[in-house]
């Protein structure tokens, strides 16, 4: 082109180019929105990983029976009565 005119990008908006004015509130509360998902969707797999490479290190080390007083555990067929 030899008019020197700079080529508009069809990514840049048309008319006013101001980065403020280019989203509207609706569209930032949702660009926001979704950015906490990708953070908490992030959070969610890296969680899962860590169970998958060392599944027993999430798991409690003391049992449902141990809280139990005055049965010794296996003996339940006396105080369901």
Same mark, same amino acid.
């Given at each position: 082109?030899?008019?020197?005119?700079p080529i508009p990008? %069809?990514?840049a %908006? =048309?008319?006013n180019t101001s980065s403020d004015s280019s989203m509207s509130l609706e569209q930032k509360t949702t660009f926001v929105?979704? @950015? +906490? =998902?990708? @953070?908490? +969707?992030? *959070? +969610? *797999?890296v969680r899962c990983f860590r169970i998958l490479l060392d599944p027993y290190r999430s798991m409690p080390t003391s049992t449902w029976a141990d809280g139990l007083e005055g049965l010794e555990k296996g003996q339940f067929d006396h105080a369901l009565a």
């Open positions: 082109m030899d008019g020197g005119q990008s %069809p990514l %908006p =048309l008319g929105f979704v @950015i +906490l =998902l990708f @953070i908490f +969707l992030g *959070i +969610l *797999i």
